[in-house]
């Protein structure tokens, strides 16, 4: 909730005073139950380039709209659309003394973004100024400079600081999402920025690559791949390009997730001498395997919940696919005790995916087997929600900040990602410009 | 490239030429270590496909698309199972067995295939040398990991049917794709139990 415009001196006051203190004094509580938008009008951002480069159109419009898509995207502004042409944007200034603040008031803007731009050969600088118009008064200043190949990034940056400053809490804007593609021909691993934009192929191997994830701290991924036979799990080093095998046992090895903590992977085996695929823990460290399930069925998609302490998976041997929960500290005094059945409606229910502030957890359900829907549930089963219902709608995965969902969507025909908030609303359609994809992986938050 | 390349690779390409003739195998990417070329837009008339330097690359293609093409001169050799014996056949052109199917969600032999999977076993035992790939799939409906899962225990349990019928364990593997690679691309009842398949490769 926004704090009464009386309030924002007293808020703008403390800013000013202590930084360190700022952190914790947030514009904008996100725990109300409603959040009132502020807001903003964004000035036409102004080339101070030495020397004009001829991308400086290209550079301007991919910063204005990388801006937009991050304040709607953040639920928190509402942008004035008549806002861009208040001042004369070759001769405004970014001075909070040299802003007639009024004259922004007058449109309804509460607050204000400025920018300035400067392109050195592939290097590109930008600086950013957000104003509160009702104090008159300068909340934010940054400068970022970058390459020029990808503004967006910059705004990205930016997008993170101001949320932080409004919210007390961390942005979204900086961190990735992998999916997968057949667009090449064969399923490949992607990766793109949180709204879609930059995608790129990561895996090249023509076999099939599958299932996707993150290392806690975002530096590596792992994955299922074909590309030596058998469905082996890989991990790909994202800052070296280091792609090495992480379990390569004789049978299926499907679905690796690392432990919060990094230092273990569960995973799906299928050994020879299993009675069926089997859900295992792998210590990175030692190399040694441990066996978590033992039973007739199928038990796979492991997910942990964010204390390292329980895994949430999908078993059948409830005689159809459904999602449980297993608590590895109980696990060695009572193994029925220790395991613990999360649903019990629909044909099919696949896909746990742990919130990271651990109050939810997010699944695919289905009541006839063939369409799925998105929900959330309690981690003890409790206050199932559903929150889509059009299209067939797969493999949720948490944004770092547990308030938004990325899953894979129907709606539009061929499958493609969207986004939408924890409660269902604020859907978007991510523009990879890819198509097909599927399996979506959140990454953490980002360095 | 230089000229000499080209001669030093032109048997590998002519041998990949004649393997692939017709078998689906497609020449348009070829592989340089982890990355994909795409070649498919050269204009020097597809001359470029020399530029493979890797022979195991364009035989995997070979591979993949699952063609007899490949087999050895013992292909020719395979023990029939009597006249008008068409399994004989299928495995002389194709590299196969029968291919059996499956209930949504099911694992167990359907009643319907068991006189095809007895039929498979009888003409592997009168070839002794002959050693397969049992490829357990999944339709499209569901989760991935839990399908690659499902066509696990399919294959498993194609498996387990064949050594109890005699059939010793060296000569079988398994491997599952799960929901990829359909035979039937539509989304639908006729293509999903099309999809939930075991196939059998011919594996040497």
């Given at each position: 909730m926004i704090r009464a415009s009386r309030c924002v001196p007293v808020f703008f006051a403390l800013f000013f005073l202590s930084i360190t203190e700022a952190r914790a004094r947030v514009y904008i509580d996100l725990s109300a139950p409603s959040v009132k938008k502020l807001q903003v009008a964004v000035q036409e951002f102004r080339d101070v380039s030495p020397v004009t480069s001829v991308d400086s159109g290209r550079i301007k419009k991919e910063l204005i709209d990388a801006l937009d898509t991050d304040l709607r995207f953040s639920g928190l502004f509402t942008i004035t659309e008549s806002g861009a042409n208040i001042e004369d944007p070759s001769k405004s200034s970014l001075e909070p003394d040299a802003i007639n603040f009024k004259n922004w008031r007058v449109i309804g803007a509460d607050t204000l973004l400025k920018g300035v731009y400067s392109v050195d050969k592939d290097r590109l600088t930008v600086e950013i100024r957000f104003y509160d118009c009702v104090n008159e008064k300068q909340v934010l200043g940054k400068r970022f400079t970058g390459a020029a190949s990808n503004p967006r990034r910059l705004i990205h940056y930016f997008s993170d600081h101001l949320y932080e400053e409004l919210t007390g809490r961390k942005g979204v804007f900086t961190t990735k999402i992998l999916f997968v593609s057949d667009r090449s021909g064969e399923k490949e691993i992607y990766m793109s920025e949180y709204d879609g934009m930059n995608a790129r192929r990561?895996?090249?191997?023509?076999s099939i690559n599958l299932s996707p994830h993150w290392s806690p701290d975002g530096n590596r991924i792992v994955y299922t791949s074909y590309?030596?036979?058998?469905?082996h799990i890989f991990s790909l080093d994202l800052r070296t390009g280091k792609d090495a095998v992480v379990s390569e046992k004789a049978g299926i090895n499907i679905g690796g997730r690392f432990s919060p903590d990094g230092r273990r992977l569960a995973m799906t085996l299928g050994l020879g001498a299993d009675k069926s695929s089997e859900l295992y823990l792998l210590d990175l460290e030692t190399g040694q395997y441990s066996k978590l399930t033992d039973n007739y069925g199928i038990d796979v998609s492991p997910s942990w919940s964010p204390d390292g302490n329980k895994i949430a998976f999908v078993s059948d041997i409830s005689g159809n696919p459904n999602i449980f929960v297993l608590d590895l500290e109980g696990k060695s005094d009572n193994k029925q005790k220790a395991l613990k059945r999360l649903t019990f409606s629909g044909k099919y229910n696949s896909s746990p995916a742990w919130s990271p502030d651990g109050r939810l957890i997010a699944f695919a359900g289905s009541e006839n087997g063939r369409t799925f829907n998105i929900f959330v549930m309690r981690p003890d089963g409790d206050g199932i929600t559903q929150l889509t219902s059009d299209g067939n709608n797969k493999n949720p995965s948490w944004s770092p900040d547990s308030r938004f969902i990325v899953f894979s969507s129907t709606r539009k025909g061929i499958t493609s990602l969207y986004i939408m908030q924890s409660?269902?609303?604020g859907l978007t359609r991510l523009q990879t410009g890819v198509g097909n994809e599927k399996t979506p992986a959140w990454s953490p938050f980002l360095e | 490239m230089k000229r000499n390349d080209i001669f030093r690779f032109l048997p590998i390409i002519i041998t990949s030429i004649g393997l692939t003739a017709g078998c689906?195998?497609?020449?348009?990417k070829v592989e340089m270590g982890d990355k994909a070329v795409d070649v498919g837009a050269d204009k020097s008339g597809g001359k470029n496909i020399v530029a493979v330097p890797d022979e195991k690359v364009v035989t995997e293609d070979v591979k993949t698309s699952g063609m007899g093409a490949k087999g050895s001169a013992a292909a020719k050799d395979y023990k029939s199972l009597g006249a008008n014996d068409e399994l004989t056949k299928t495995a002389r052109e194709s590299g196969t067995l029968y291919t059996i199917h499956f209930d949504y969600d099911k694992f167990n032999i359907r009643e319907d295939d068991k006189p095809l999977l007895t039929k498979n076993a009888q003409w592997l035992n009168i070839n002794p040398a002959v050693k397969v790939r049992i490829e357990g799939y999944a339709d499209e409906r569901g989760e991935s990991e839990y399908n690659l899962a499902l066509g696990d225990k399919r294959a498993r349990s194609v498996e387990r049917y064949l050594e109890d019928m005699?059939?010793?364990?060296?000569r079988l593997a398994t491997i599952s794709y799960g929901e990829e690679r359909p035979v039937d691309p539509g989304h639908n009842e006729d293509a999903w139990a099309k999809n939930r398949r075991a196939e059998f490769k011919i594996a040497n």
């Open positions: 990561i895996t090249f191997n023509r590309k030596k036979g058998q469905p409660d269902g609303g | 689906g195998a497609h020449l348009s005699g059939i010793i364990k060296d």
